[in-house]
């Protein structure tokens, strides 16, 4: 408990943007954030006052850090399980969500096991310890199949996709000898990629945002469409229930991000994210409750917040240009603003490198084409300080 506020200290293991957004966060709640960040120019680190030094796969950094917050949560998945175990079995400190739970988001195939068991909807899976594993697939249910490392990927590193036994061959050896733990899907035929955004408690409470659009380009999330687009009011109940049925079967506490596909079978659960995740990026803006707030609101086991939609949102990533551009990020602030003052931007504090998550843009308003326009437009001007052809000053399409 922090004496000078009388209200908790919650710790956040990770020091990059989704602890920076929870600190802010934090700071209207008068919640005191403390972040282990591994390096003081971690964009958390950058603006969060109460900042511990140390790496999330040090045991005894992780414990010193973990005995002076009243809670324990996290802004990526990739703390070792044994030492969260170890945490939780000789400590009081409450581990939101739990490492139980956290091991279904570190690992894709225990996750596939434990869904699949339970009849949750998922493609065809098996496991991968030798080459012949990806073949026998392959061969059972046609090629392209999707390879994944189990754990550690993410924006699409870690997923290959395959397209005949030779290149199986030539591919499925050297990760294993690398020591990377492999799976095996059946490609999905989808209409687009949706995600259901929730929140549990630990009293249970659960809550759900609109379900949202997300489109991606090579692998990383490019844009989120909030509400998703000419979605029937039947495969929104039965996205939410789905990720909140999930939420409670594996005792999450916290956000939970249920990636799901859309396809002509019905909904296909993809990814999961046990934390505020960038699908949740337009609650900043278009939301009652933003996921970050949610997420304290969760982890601190207080009543959970509104998730009603302010207005239609569409959310786009900053991302790093090829080149960085000749024009510093200061003056591509001042004429983004003169063209588009509605502009909601919100960026890491991260040094520019291609490809690299910088920030993100919101637009609210009523045509998704429009905000679809403005919000691309605003988020290469941003990286690349060049606008795009084909659009007016307006950002409409001409």
Same mark, same amino acid.
């Given at each position: 408990?922090?004496?000078?506020?009388?209200? $908790?200290?919650?710790?956040?293991?990770?020091?990059?943007?989704l602890?920076?957004?929870?600190?802010?966060?934090?700071?209207?709640?008068?919640?005191?954030l403390?972040?282990?960040?591994?390096?003081?120019?971690?964009a958390?680190?950058?603006?969060?006052p109460?900042?511990?030094?140390?790496?999330?796969?040090d045991?005894?950094?992780?414990?010193?850090?973990?005995?002076t917050?009243?809670?324990?949560? &996290?802004?990526?998945?990739?703390? @070792?399980?044994?030492? %969260?175990?170890?945490?939780?079995?000789?400590?009081?400190?409450?581990?939101?969500?739990?490492?139980?739970?956290?091991?279904?988001?570190?690992?894709? %195939?225990?996750?596939?096991?434990?869904?699949?068991?339970?009849?949750?909807?998922?493609?065809?899976?098996?496991?991968?310890?030798?080459?012949?594993?990806?073949?026998?697939?392959?061969?059972?249910?046609?090629?392209?199949?999707?390879?994944?490392?189990?754990?550690?990927?993410y924006?699409?590193?870690?997923v290959?996709?395959?397209?005949s036994?030779?290149?199986?061959?030539?591919?499925? @050896?050297?990760l294993?000898?690398?020591?990377?733990?492999?799976?095996?899907?059946?490609?999905?035929?989808?209409?687009? !990629?949706?995600?259901?955004?929730? *929140?549990?408690? $630990?009293?249970?409470?659960?809550?759900?945002?609109?379900?949202?659009?997300?489109?991606?380009?090579?692998?990383?999330?490019?844009?989120?469409?909030? @509400?998703?687009?000419?979605?029937?009011?039947?495969?929104?109940?039965?996205?939410?229930? %789905?990720?909140?049925?999930?939420?409670?079967?594996?005792?999450?506490?916290?956000?939970?991000?249920?990636?799901?596909?859309?396809?002509?079978g019905?909904?296909?659960?993809n !990814? %999961?994210?046990?934390?505020?995740?960038?699908?949740g990026?337009?609650?900043?803006?278009?939301?009652?409750?933003?996921?970050?707030?949610q997420?304290?609101?969760?982890?601190?086991?207080? $009543?959970?917040?509104?998730?009603?939609?302010?207005?239609?949102?569409?959310?786009?990533?900053?991302?790093?240009?090829?080149?960085?551009?000749?024009?510093?990020?200061?003056e591509?602030?001042?004429?983004?603003?003169?063209? &588009?003052?509605?502009?909601?931007?919100?960026?890491?504090?991260?040094?520019?490198?291609?490809?690299?998550?910088?920030?993100?843009?919101?637009?609210?308003?009523?045509?998704?084409?429009?905000?679809?326009?403005? *919000?691309?437009?605003? *988020?290469?001007?941003?990286?690349?300080?060049?606008?795009?052809?084909?659009?007016?000053?307006?950002?409409?399409?001409?």
């Amino acid at each position: 408990m922090d004496p000078r506020t009388g209200l $908790p200290v919650v710790g956040m293991v990770g020091g990059g943007q989704l602890a920076r957004m929870t600190h802010q966060a934090a700071i209207a709640l008068g919640q005191s954030l403390r972040v282990l960040a591994p390096d003081p120019d971690d964009a958390a680190a950058m603006v969060t006052p109460d900042v511990t030094i140390g790496q999330h796969t040090d045991f005894e950094a992780l414990l010193a850090f973990a005995k002076t917050v009243d809670v324990l949560t &996290f802004d990526h998945e990739h703390v @070792p399980g044994e030492h %969260l175990l170890a945490i939780a079995m000789n400590t009081d400190i409450p581990i939101r969500p739990g490492p139980d739970a956290l091991a279904f988001a570190q690992n894709k %195939l225990i996750m596939r096991e434990r869904l699949a068991a339970e009849d949750y909807p998922c493609p065809p899976f098996a496991e991968v310890s030798e080459v012949d594993d990806v073949l026998k697939f392959g061969a059972e249910h046609s090629w392209p199949v999707v390879l994944k490392a189990a754990s550690g990927g993410y924006d699409g590193k870690g997923v290959w996709m395959l397209g005949s036994d030779v290149e199986a061959r030539e591919l499925v @050896p050297e990760l294993l000898a690398a020591g990377t733990p492999l799976m095996v899907e059946r490609r999905v035929e989808m209409r687009r !990629e949706l995600c259901a955004l929730v *929140a549990r408690s $630990p009293f249970g409470q659960g809550a759900a945002w609109p379900v949202v659009e997300t489109v991606q380009s090579d692998g990383i999330n490019t844009e989120v469409l909030a @509400p998703a687009p000419g979605l029937t009011a039947r495969k929104v109940h039965e996205a939410q229930d %789905l990720a909140l049925r999930i939420a409670d079967a594996l005792g999450v506490v916290g956000v939970l991000a249920v990636e799901l596909f859309d396809s002509d079978g019905g909904l296909i659960v993809n !990814e %999961l994210a046990m934390r505020p995740h960038n699908s949740g990026h337009w609650t900043m803006d278009g939301s009652r409750t933003s996921q970050f707030e949610q997420h304290l609101r969760a982890v601190l086991d207080y $009543p959970l917040g509104s998730t009603e939609l302010v207005a239609p949102t569409v959310m786009a990533n900053v991302l790093g240009a090829p080149e960085l551009p000749e024009m510093g990020p200061d003056e591509r602030l001042h004429h983004l603003f003169a063209r &588009f003052p509605d502009a909601r931007v919100h960026l890491y504090g991260k040094a520019e490198r291609s490809g690299r998550k910088l920030g993100h843009v919101n637009f609210t308003g009523r045509e998704m084409d429009e905000l679809r326009s403005r *919000a691309k437009l605003a *988020a290469h001007w941003l990286s690349h300080a060049e606008w795009l052809d084909g659009y007016d000053i307006h950002g409409h399409a001409q």
